[in-house]
C-alpha cells in the first residue's frame, strides 16, 4: 500500500511510541488523526510538530474503552477526511500492581478495557468503514509481556497483551482476503514509563535481550510502517525487543 494520503487514526498518540509512529506516517505522506484521553498537551504538541513539516492532521480526545468515544472518533474523521485506510491500535493502560494477591478487580477490569476492549472497539468500527471500500490495515500494539513465557509481575497487562495478539490473529482470518490485521510487540522501549525505575530493576530489564541496548520508539514506528506498507502479511506479530524473546 503507497500511504501517500491514506487516512491513519492511531490511538494514544500523544507521546511515545504512538507519536513518534505518527510522524513517521506524516513523512510518507498520509493524513493522520492523533488521539489522547488525558494527555492533551502532549496531543498538541505532536499536533504542532506535524504541522511544522506541513503535514496533516487533526487531533480527537476519546477514551478508546468507552464506545461513545469511539463512536465520535471515527465520526470525526470521517468528517474531516472522508475515510479511513489504516488503525492503529495503541492506545494503553499501564502495568499493574505487584503482586497479583494485592491488586483489585477495578485495576484489572480499566487496563483489560483499554487495552483489550479498546482495541476491539476501534476495529469494529474500522472494520465497517474498510470493508465497504474493500481494502483496509489494522495494526494493534501488543508486548513482549503477551507473548509465550514473556509475562511479567504485571499479570493483568501481561493478559491483555496477550488477548491482543490472539485477536490479531482471530480477526485475520474473519476480515480476510479483503482486510489484513498485524500487530507490532515491542520489547524495552526507552520511554518516560522507566523514568521513575530504580537503575537496578532497569539494567536488569536491557540484560534480558541479546542487543543489550534500549529499542527507539522510532524502530516501532519503522515496524508499523513496513506492515502497513506490505500488502503479503497479515494475522502475524513482529517482535521489535532486541532479542528478548529468542530466549
Known amino acids: 500500500m503507497d500511504l501517500k494520503n491514506k487516512v491513519v487514526i492511531i490511538t494514544g498518540s500523544s507521546s511515545g511510541i504512538g507519536k513518534a509512529t505518527a510522524l513517521r506516517f506524516v513523512r510518507e505522506g498520509a493524513k493522520v488523526v492523533i488521539n489522547y484521553s488525558v494527555n492533551k498537551k502532549g496531543g498538541e504538541e505532536t499536533l504542532d510538530e506535524i504541522k511544522k513539516e506541513d503535514g496533516k492532521a487533526i487531533l480527537i480526545k476519546a477514551d478508546v474503552s468507552q464506545e461513545k468515544d469511539v463512536k465520535r472518533l471515527f465520526q470525526r474523521t470521517i468528517k474531516e477526511f472522508g475515510t479511513v485506510d489504516i488503525l492503529i491500535n495503541n492506545g494503553a493502560a499501564g502495568t499493574d500492581k505487584m503482586p497479583f494477591r494485592e491488586a483489585d478487580h477495578s485495576e484489572w477490569s480499566k487496563i483489560f478495557e483499554v487495552n483489550l476492549v479498546g482495541t476491539m472497539l476501534c476495529s469494529q468500527y474500522a472494520i465497517k468503514i474498510m ?8 495494526l494493534n500494539t501488543s508486548s513482549i509481556r503477551g507473548a509465550e513465557y514473556g509475562g511479567g509481575r504485571g499479570i493483568a497487562y501481561a ?5 491482543v ?6 480477526l485475520a482470518k474473519q476480515v480476510a482476503p479483503k482486510l489484513q490485521v498485524n ?10 514509563s522507566y523514568d521513575t525505575m530504580n537503575k537496578d530493576m532497569v539494567a536488569n530489564f536491557i540484560n534480558q535481550t541479546y542487543l543489550k541496548r534500549w529499542i527507539t520508539v522510532e524502530e516501532i514506528a519503522d515496524a508499523f510502517v513496513f506492515l502497513a506498507k506490505n500488502d503479503g502479511i497479515t494475522g502475524q506479530v513482529i517482535y521489535v525487543d532486541g532479542g528478548f524473546t529468542l530466549k
Open 183 to 192: 500487530a507490532v510487540a515491542p520489547g524495552f522501549v526507552k520511554t518516560r
Open 131 to 138: 470493508e465497504k471500500k474493500g481494502y483496509g490495515k489494522i
Open 165 to 170: 495478539i490472539n485477536f490479531t490473529k482471530t
Open 159 to 163: 493478559v491483555s497483551k496477550a488477548g
